[in-house]
């Protein structure tokens, strides 16, 4: 039930509970804090990244009062540096993983129906060469089970193809010992974006969430974890925060808040980098995405997107800086090796790559066991503070790992007299920006809604391209470049560039230039030129739209640099 306060905050009223409302701004991260702190919540969510989106929007929809902290951007950790699919786990078939692949498989059709704005089915090759990992009937069968595990729609299931038919479809792929390929979908989604739009409806719906916001230490009471004291690094304000339940979703860090809480014992998480690297279509002119095997016999996928084409990934164990990985030339090498070998004509080249990412798998540690074989299964370690730690697991298995999570928290509570909450509710809910009463009205809602951002004066592909980012979405967009044309001017931005900026900064927390570069458009991995052309026409509109001084203005340039070097240097 929604009612307006003395203070004309919009509360939500859900079993004697009262959530503050805010909205998603990144004017307004203290006020979701300062809330937080106002009275204990059923769940603290300790992580921003897709998991702890996840957790926040199925506890929420359950009925919990839910806060969720996230010390750097939200999806600054390893959701936004992977490689960008929600995908059923093929490659885990190879190690027997089927009730994995049974389960990511079936999940990835859920996420495609709730959010079909973050997920677009992409026809995948996967070549047979004489010599391969698998031959034409490995791949047939293999695929064929995939198929049943995963439950795929029948227009979508595996089909075989002749060498003839694989060049037509992928004519720079190897002619030399080609067998032909299996075609099958896998789907491709903005990582950041889905996080981005799981928490903005959990938002919507009435839980509170703030990037930059640490939780530094643990808080206890009659030696059961309470909450977390949580400090803004934006302001260096602290806030006391409690809740009935803790959640650890820290992905990479998970073994880091265990040990603050005294609990890092038994198994632990291993790291493992992957990088991607993204070149131009000139340079690399793919027409269909390819899945095909490295000298080493390791897989590798190479996606054409949005005039790029971008390779990944590799698997390495990793103990450095979890926060700022980097690529290494030899990561990199070792890309441009697994390129030029199934692409022969393309002899891609170091100095074509544009951009590219590294990002930290956050693995359960199995002794003897390389990172390439590590299961990517999940699994909740329970504490005996009381810390629920989720570890492991895959983007695309989000939304089952939540309510597994939740499930627990809402056992737990009821034992304790909380409740009673309801059961989990997310395989029907849309996505923020999902809602279009079904995917199949997706091209529909694409091609009508495109034809008014023509009508607004933008060329037919950035309407398209604004259109599937934004989804439903799209009219708040569509609002600000109508209303808003004056103000670009001033800043000397197009309107189309303004509005989504602001629409950033008011909509999705974005607190800085790098959330919006890196994890609002994605700008710095697929149009890096674009983000150097408009870095400080950006800037200075935000520093009037945030109130920043010469200081933080500066500060906030240094980091956005950073992040430009990290994407284009090789160390
Ligand atoms: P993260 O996204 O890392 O989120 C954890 C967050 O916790 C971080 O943002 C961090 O800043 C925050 N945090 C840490 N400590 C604190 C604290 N004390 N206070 C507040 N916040 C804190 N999966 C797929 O399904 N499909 C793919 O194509 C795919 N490709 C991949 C490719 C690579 C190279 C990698 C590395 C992974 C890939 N994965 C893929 C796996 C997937 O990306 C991860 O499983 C998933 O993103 C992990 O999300 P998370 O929320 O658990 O962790």
Not at 171 to 185: C, D, F, N, Q
Request: aromatic letters at 8%; proline letters at 4%.
């Amino acid at each position: 039930m929604l009612r307006a306060d003395a203070r004309g905050i919009v509360v939500f009223s859900v079993k004697g509970v009262d959530a503050l409302k805010q909205p998603f701004s990144g004017l307004k991260r203290s006020d979701h804090l300062r809330a937080m702190a106002e009275k204990e919540l059923d769940l603290l969510v300790i992580g921003g990244g897709i998991t702890g989106a996840g957790i926040a929007l199925d506890a929420r929809t359950r009925g919990l009062s839910v806060g969720l902290v996230e010390m750097q951007d939200f999806a600054a950790g390893t959701s936004s540096r992977s490689t960008k699919l929600v995908h059923g786990g093929l490659r885990y078939l190879k190690q027997l993983e089927i009730g994995l692949v049974a389960e990511v498989g079936k999940e990835r059709a859920i996420v495609y129906e709730n959010g079909p704005h973050v997920t677009t089915p992409e026809w995948m090759l996967l070549p047979v060469i004489e010599g391969g990992t698998f031959g034409r009937t490995g791949i047939s069968i293999g695929l064929f089970v995939y198929d049943r595990l995963a439950g795929v729609k029948k227009e979508e299931r595996r089909r075989m193809l002749s060498p003839e038919e694989t060049l037509q479809r992928e004519p720079l792929l190897r002619k030399e010992g080609l067998k032909g390929a299996g075609l099958y979908v896998e789907y491709r989604t903005d990582d950041a974006r889905l996080t981005l739009e799981v928490l903005k409806e959990a938002v919507k719906r009435g839980a509170l969430a703030a990037n930059y916001a640490k939780a530094e230490n643990l808080l206890y009471r009659d030696g059961k974890v309470a909450g977390a004291e949580v400090v803004d690094t934006l302001t260096g304000e602290s806030h006391r925060i409690y809740a009935k339940k803790v959640v650890n979703a820290t992905g990479p860090w998970v073994d880091e808040l265990r040990e603050k809480d005294g609990s890092k014992t038994g198994k632990t998480i291993q790291w493992s980098k992957g990088i991607h690297i993204v070149t131009d279509q000139k340079h690399f002119p793919l027409r269909h995405a390819v899945y095909f095997d490295a000298p080493d016999g390791r897989m590798v996928f190479a996606i054409p997107r949005d005039g790029k084409t971008y390779i990944g990934t590799t698997d390495t164990e990793y103990h450095g800086d979890l926060a700022r990985p980097r690529m290494s030339a030899e990561d990199r090498d070792y890309l441009l090796r697994a390129v030029n070998g199934m692409f022969p004509s393309v002899r891609l080249t170091a100095d074509q790559i544009e951009s590219g990412w590294a990002g930290i798998r956050p693995l359960i540690r199995e002794e003897g066991k390389p990172t390439t074989e590590i299961s990517r299964k999940d699994e909740i370690f329970l504490s005996k503070t009381g810390l629920i730690t989720i570890a492991g697991g895959k983007l695309t298995g989000y939304r089952k790992m939540a309510q597994r999570v939740v499930d627990r928290v809402c056992a737990e509570l009821a034992e304790e007299g909380a409740g009673p909450f309801g059961p989990c509710v997310t395989e029907r809910i849309p996505l923020s920006g999902g809602d279009f009463g079904g995917s199949d009205r997706f091209p529909a809602f694409v091609e009508e809604k495109a034809r008014e951002g023509t009508g607004l004066g933008l060329d037919e592909r950035e309407a398209q391209q604004l259109v599937r980012r934004y989804g439903t979405n799209i009219d708040k967009v569509f609002g600000l470049i109508a209303s808003r044309g004056k103000e670009a001017e001033a800043y000397g931005l197009p309107p189309s560039l303004y509005a989504t900026l602001i629409y950033a900064v008011e909509e999705e927390m974005a607190a800085t230039p790098a959330d919006f570069w890196v994890r609002r458009t994605g700008d710095l991995f697929f149009d890096i030129q674009r983000v150097k052309r408009w870095k400080e026409p950006v800037l200075a509109c935000m520093r009037d739209v945030c109130g920043w001084d010469e200081e933080t203005c500066s500060r906030r340039r240094a980091d956005l640099d950073r992040c430009i070097q990290e994407a284009t240097e090789f160390v």
